[in-house]
Structures are given as C-alpha cells and as structure tokens.
Nanobody, 122 residues
Framework: VQLQASGGGLVQAGGSLRLSCAASGRIFRIYSMGWYRRPPGKRRELVAEILSGGTIQYADSVKGRFIISRDNAKNTVYLQMNSLKPEDSDIYFC?????????????????WGQGTLVTVSS
C-alpha cells in the first residue's frame, strides 16, 4: 500500500492550492483519511480529516478557508486550500487509516504519504 501526495507549490498570500493524495495497492477498506502538517518548532498538527462515517474535522486555524473532500471510488482525499496565509507554509502529509487486503485479522494501520511542500509568500 502506498500513499502518493501531490499539488504543493508556491503561491502568493490570498491564493489557492489543491492537494491530492491517492492510496494505491491492495486495500480491503479505508476508514479515515486526512492531512497533517508540522510547523517549525511545533508538534505535528491535524489540518483536516474525514472519518469513516463522513464526519469532517478541521484545525481551528483553517476553518472557513480549507475544504477536505474524498473520492472513495478512487481512494483519494483532496484538500482545497483557499485564502492562503504565509503561516500555512509547511510540508503537508496525508494519511489513511486502512485495512490492507493481506491483513488476515483485518487489523487497521496508518499509512503516510511522502509529504508535499506548500509555500505561501507574503
């Protein structure tokens, strides 16, 4: 199982970017998917996630600006980032809480993408 993130880049403050993260491989079931970032000198923080029941959670700092969505048929999660601020600059990591197809016990594991860099200039 692999997670491939894409969509990062350089944008001016106030601009938008759309991140994508696709899970591939032999997957039995995906529960939650989402995005984290790790600001300098701080702990990793949740940006947004979609839980298996459809519940969506956002960090307070991105509410009203970021929108997370998911395409279950493509095993892909998206993060539409609008009204970007310089403080949003970071490496964004996607994750998926899933059961691999070869998990005989149907155990769940967290898989992580490689990270995609977002840079917002002032």
């Amino acid at each position: 199982v692999q997670l491939q993130a894409s969509g990062g880049g350089l944008v001016q403050a106030g601009g938008s970017l759309r991140l994508s993260c696709a899970a591939s491989g032999r997957i039995f079931r995906i529960y939650s998917m989402g995005w984290y970032r790790r600001p300098p000198g701080k702990r990793r923080e949740l940006v947004a996630e979609i839980l298996s029941g459809g519940t969506i959670q956002y960090a307070d700092s991105v509410k009203g600006r970021f929108i997370i969505s998911r395409d279950n048929a493509k095993n892909t999660v998206y993060l539409q980032m609008n009204s970007l601020k310089p403080e949003d600059s970071d490496i964004y990591f996607c994750y998926a809480d899933l059961v691999p197809a070869n998990s005989g016990s149907r155990s769940r594991f967290d898989y992580w993408g490689q990270g995609t860099l977002v840079t917002v200039s002032s």
